[in-house]
């Protein structure tokens, strides 16, 4: 009888069990379907070398890094000093993911609303900014800037599940010198 028992709950866990039958090779396969999917819908052109002028819809492929797109919406203060190593960058950012529920807000922070993001720039082990901001900063060079960036789960925020979700940030930074 014990064996019985053994074996029904074994066949119960089994059939239970969700469908683990996509890899993480598959699931990048995915998230580069959907940000094609988004440059598409939003009539995006991809560009390969940084213009003098932006197009409105004038995205830079970022060399080096996959499905990952920068689009500059304002330069700033270009009178100021620009970023440096180092410097406490406070950020503004609104969040869209690309996933199930595409082009929705999953965060948002903002000047007057509270609690903006603050961390040091190219200080990868503060958790408080993923790659992908500090890529984005670097071109954004100076204090005011504003931009949109297309960025996949590698330079992204990623949780203990290991999600491959893109997503759009809208991004806005000024440089807090002493």
């Known amino acids: ?47 390969n070398e940084e213009p003098t002028v932006w197009g409105e819809k004038d995205f830079l492929a970022m060399e080096g890094y996959d499905y990952f797109y920068y689009h500059l919406s304002h330069q700033g203060d270009t009178n100021s000093l620009a970023v440096k190593d180092g410097d406490q960058i406070v950020l503004r950012y609104r969040q869209f993911s690309l996933d199930a529920y ?26 408080k900014a993923c790659t992908a901001w500090h890529l984005a900063i670097k071109q954004m060079k ?8 297309i960025c996949p789960s590698k330079l992204g925020f990623s949780n203990a599940n290991y999600s491959v979700i893109p997503y759009v940030f809208d991004l806005s930074f000024k440089i807090k010198r002493h």
Not at 103 to 121: A, K, L, M, Q
């Open 1 to 47: 009888m014990k064996k019985i028992v053994i074996l029904l709950l074994g066949v119960v866990t089994l059939c239970s069990c969700k469908d683990n039958s996509s890899t993480y090779s598959s699931d990048l396969k995915k998230e580069k379907a959907l940000i094609n999917e988004y440059i598409k819908r939003e009539g995006i052109n991809i560009i």
């Open 142 to 149: 100076y204090s005011g800037s504003e931009c949109r960036i």
């Open 102 to 127: 595409a082009d929705t807000i999953s965060y948002w922070t903002t000047d007057d609303g509270g609690y903006p993001v603050e961390f040091r720039y190219l200080n990868i082990s503060d958790t």
